[in-house]
């Protein structure tokens, strides 16, 4: 099965960048879209960005469309968000997730699969 691990997290002042990647394995990693989810404490999990399989199509959430870039590198089976002008609503756990569906992309929870253990991302004002 695929396992996801997270990591990079970390504090930083509001306006600063940071980034976190998520590491993956399985023969299949590379067929599957990819998201980034984020939960802060007493909200639901949402969802930051996606990615298509082969990298080619990118979608984000609103409020973090051009501060917020997403990747992948098939062929280290890494992919990652890179996080610019930071704000403190955007301080939660990043969670790296798989999608459910082989070369589709989905924005919600359900359109995933498998997630990894998340990694903590503070925003201080």
């Known amino acids: 099965q695929v396992h996801l691990v997270e990591s990079g997290g970390g504090l930083v002042q509001a306006g600063g960048s940071l980034s976190i990647s998520c590491n993956a394995s399985?023969?299949?990693?590379?067929?599957?879209?990819m998201g980034w989810f984020r939960q802060a404490p007493g909200k639901e999990r949402e969802f930051v960005a996606g990615?298509?399989?082969?990298?080619?199509?990118?979608y984000y959430r609103d409020s973090v469309r051009g501060r917020f870039s997403i990747r992948r590198d098939n062929a280290k089976n890494t992919v990652s968000l890179e996080m610019n002008r930071l704000k403190p609503e955007d301080s939660a756990v990043y969670y790296c997730?798989?999608?459910?569906?082989?070369?589709?992309?989905?924005?919600?929870?359900?359109?995933?699969?498998?997630w990894g253990q998340g990694t903590q991302v503070t925003v201080s004002s």
């Open positions: 399985g023969r299949t990693f590379s067929r599957f879209p």
């Open positions: 990615i298509s399989w082969s990298g080619r199509n990118a």
């Open positions: 997730a798989a999608g459910a569906v082989m070369y589709g992309l989905g924005n919600r929870i359900r359109d995933f699969g498998t």
